[in-house]
């Protein structure tokens, strides 16, 4: 299974001499192509900062991050961003989607920020949307959407350049159980069905059911690797079985 | 926007009208006293006979006596300041611009005023005006005469002879040349022929004339149009700055899904050319509108502005939109998108 990212040894210290705080300690995780890791952790266990250096938006102390095959440490912010724009798709806990903007905007965002034409990047995020059964909801705006609505917005555009990888920053804590289950096994399976890597970072246990691979960090450091539930309820996998 | 328009076309009114009777007065030279810059703070004075040797110089068609002179009188309560021309029908020399109500030529004892002094200084044909000792009917108005802080008022050659008491002088003579001579050798001619005189173009005279307004007038005005400049660029900038700062969650979020600085200080930029060029749309209109209309009530709003400075003033809108976008570009380099993860 060819990777999609690599991260070898990655460090995070803030601050300095006696005041210096070790938030990620030595961490390597590999994470191939329709993996979906599920990090685990108590607050304050690392897990954020984990995921904003394997997101390339923070550097590490040390240890570095391979994201397919390239090695983040190597390039400048403006390469950064475009690595970012073209191979790693955000979910956010708050969703944060643009409140002047509607559904189908907030969706096509990544595409025009990658040079698509507005109208083609409009109609490639609504049959995103569509997928996500967010057709009748394509002219709302953030505000008139529910939360589950929200999230699936914030999955479209997590996919719309076709990432490599998709990171998630607790994706249901905003959401009912029952929303948070259901948003979590379309983005699942849908990753799962077009080979997309996915970690999540997250206090829900219930995320278990939708993960390969569920990883626990505490002080900053790996210390447990189970396999989740993934291929029991994954409808992409029951198609295949069958 | 409104104060840059406005200063502008003020600006432009205000040089306008200074040379605006001067303009319409038919001559290629203006001939006055040696040391004579214009017409309202050097004073000239000519005696007659240099009509005949004037006229005797190679390419001169035409040499006419222009005389004038400022006078300060009170009326109705106002003090009234005006310059007096003479106007001579037989050599139609000193002619009003445009005559807009009453008689054409004024006779003895009669003048004619500008239009908007009679508007200002409650002067209505008919009136009696005690000027220098002599008494006038109002019996016509002009138009094009008005100078802003004074206006041109015309009376018989007869009664200006008495007024001005310059027996056998005038102060200027206007000099027409015939076609195809050239102005540079007539004036060298005229200079030449007459050592204690200056002859210049009526351009010069024009620019001699109004010199008063961009010497004095221009220099406040620019400092006026900084400080327009400088409000204007504040104004956009905080503007932008503040809709910067409310959605700083959102740039930072847009830096996170991969878009450049490059990207974010274009989405800045167009946001504070739409809140430059709205400001510039709405100025104009207001600029334009008090243009056709303040004139009319406070005659001295002497408003003109041309194409030209439309272009100026968009250009200096550009410029001050992307000037603005400073301050609110910094603030979006130095956000951190690793904060969009704070929930």
């Given at each position: 299974m060819k990777s999609a990212i690599v991260a070898e040894g990655l460090t995070k210290i803030f601050g300095s001499g006696h005041t210096a705080v070790t938030a990620v300690d030595e961490v390597s995780l590999k994470v191939g192509a329709g993996d979906i890791v599920l990090i685990m952790g108590p607050s304050g266990s690392g897990k954020?900062?984990?995921?904003?250096?394997?997101?390339?938006?923070?550097?590490?102390?040390?240890?570095?991050?391979?994201?397919?095959?390239?090695?983040?440490?190597?390039?400048?912010?403006?390469?950064?961003?475009?690595?970012?724009?073209?191979?790693?798709?955000?979910?956010?806990?708050?969703?944060?989607?643009?409140?002047?903007?509607?559904?189908q905007a907030n969706a096509a965002i990544p595409l025009m920020t990658a040079g698509v034409a507005r109208k083609q990047a409009l109609k490639q995020a609504k049959v995103q949307l569509e997928k996500l059964h967010l057709g009748e909801r394509l002219d709302n705006l953030p505000k008139d959407l529910s939360g589950g609505e929200k999230q699936r917005v914030a999955v479209a555009r997590a996919l719309a350049n076709e990432p490599k990888l998709i990171l998630a920053d607790e994706p249901t804590a905003n959401l009912d159980s029952k929303t948070g289950a259901e948003v979590m096994q379309l983005l699942c399976s849908t990753a799962c069905a077009e080979k997309r890597a996915v970690i999540i970072v997250s206090h829900d246990s219930r995320l278990k059911e939708v993960a390969k691979r569920v990883i626990t960090i505490e002080d900053g450091r790996l210390t447990k690797e189970e396999k989740g539930n993934h291929d029991a309820n994954c409808p992409v996998e029951h198609k295949h079985a069958h | 926007m409104v104060l840059i328009m406005v200063l502008t076309g003020l600006y432009r009114g205000w040089n306008d009208k200074m040379g605006q009777y001067i303009r319409s007065v038919p001559a290629d030279i203006w001939v006055v006293q040696d040391g004579t810059e214009d017409m309202f703070h050097t004073p000239s004075v000519l005696p007659l006979s240099y009509e005949a040797t004037i006229s005797g110089l190679n390419g001169v068609e035409d040499v006419r006596p222009f005389s004038g002179r400022r006078v300060a009188f009170h009326h109705?309560?106002?003090?009234?300041?005006?310059?007096?021309?003479?106007?001579?029908?037989?050599?139609?020399?000193?002619?009003?611009?445009?005559?807009?109500?009453?008689?054409?030529?004024?006779?003895?004892?009669?003048?004619?005023?500008?239009k908007i002094s009679a508007k200002t200084k409650e002067i209505k044909i008919n009136d009696a005006l005690d000027i220098a000792g002599q008494k006038f009917k109002v019996v016509g108005l002009s138009e094009g005469g008005d100078v802003v802080t004074f206006s041109f008022a015309f009376i018989n050659r007869g009664d200006a002879n008495r007024v001005f008491r310059l027996p056998d002088s005038t102060n200027y003579y206007t000099v027409l040349l015939t076609e195809g001579t050239d102005t540079p050798t007539a004036i060298s001619d005229i200079k030449g022929a007459i050592p204690s005189v200056d002859a210049v173009t009526k351009q010069n005279f024009i620019d001699n004339n109004t010199k008063l307004i961009r010497e004095t007038f221009l220099p406040v005005i620019l400092v006026l149009l900084i400080i327009g400049v400088v409000v204007g660029?504040?104004?956009?900038?905080?503007?932008?700055?503040?809709?910067?700062?409310?959605?700083?969650?959102?740039?930072?979020?847009?830096?996170?899904i991969g878009m450049s600085n490059r990207q974010l200080y274009g989405v800045v930029i167009k946001q504070s050319m739409t809140a430059g060029l709205i400001g510039f749309v709405i100025g104009s209109t207001i600029a334009m509108v008090l243009q056709l209309t303040l004139g009319s009530w406070v005659p001295q709003f002497v408003s003109q502005i041309n194409a030209l400075d439309v272009v100026g003033i968009f250009g200096l809108t550009i410029a001050m939109s992307v000037l603005a976008s400073y301050l609110p570009i910094r603030r979006i380099t130095h956000i951190d998108p690793a904060e969009v993860f704070k929930s």
């Open positions: 954020t900062t984990l995921l904003s250096m394997l997101g390339t938006l923070m550097r590490p102390s040390s240890g570095g991050v391979l994201l397919d095959g390239k090695d983040a440490a190597k390039m400048s912010d403006s390469q950064l961003a475009s690595l970012r724009l073209h191979k790693l798709g955000f979910i956010f806990q708050s969703f944060n989607l643009l409140s002047a903007l509607t559904a | 109705r309560g106002h003090d009234v300041n005006m310059y007096l021309v003479a106007y001579d029908k037989d050599n139609n020399s000193g002619k009003p611009a445009r005559i807009v109500a009453g008689k054409p030529v004024p006779g003895e004892g009669e003048i004619i005023v500008d660029t504040a104004v956009i900038g905080l503007t932008i700055f503040t809709s910067v700062t409310e959605k700083i969650r959102e740039y930072g979020v847009l830096k996170a």
